[in-house]
């Protein structure tokens, strides 16, 4: 059974930085495309970042651009997002997202919900402004 648990959100200032982790067990994480998706109350789920098994290839949202960046260290079984100069509107859960995926498919980023099989139970981001 495979289980992805997040870490590392809390409460920051605008300007500050948080890293979130999400670390997979009970599978093979290395054959996994990977994502990182945000809620935030009233909104739809979105996808704010993703990476590919093979890392070669990363999705980020248009409004985190130059400011976040996703990772993963097979070694460790784990995800990252790196965010930096987080803003109010950043304000969410963020919830880390996987699905196996065959070699051929390894280049792609995905990006949709409903790509994804496994999901994290979410880590609440607060930017206070």
């Known amino acids: 059974q495979v289980q992805l648990v997040e870490s590392g959100g809390g409460l920051v200032q605008a300007g500050g930085s948080l890293r979130l982790s999400c670390a997979a067990s009970?599978?093979?994480?290395?054959?996994?495309?990977m994502g990182w998706f945000r809620q935030a109350p009233g909104k739809e789920r979105e996808s704010v970042a993703a990476i590919s098994r093979n890392a070669r290839n990363t999705y980020y949202l248009d409004s985190v651009k130059g400011r976040f960046t996703i990772s993963r260290d097979n070694a460790k079984n784990t995800v990252y997002l790196q965010m930096n100069s987080l803003k109010p509107e950043d304000t969410a859960v963020y919830s880390c997202a996987g699905k196996s995926v065959g070699f051929y498919s390894g280049a792609y980023a995905y990006t949709g919900n409903h790509d994804y099989v496994y999901w994290g139970q979410g880590t609440q981001v607060t930017v206070s402004s």
């Open positions: 009970g599978g093979t994480f290395r054959t996994y495309a």
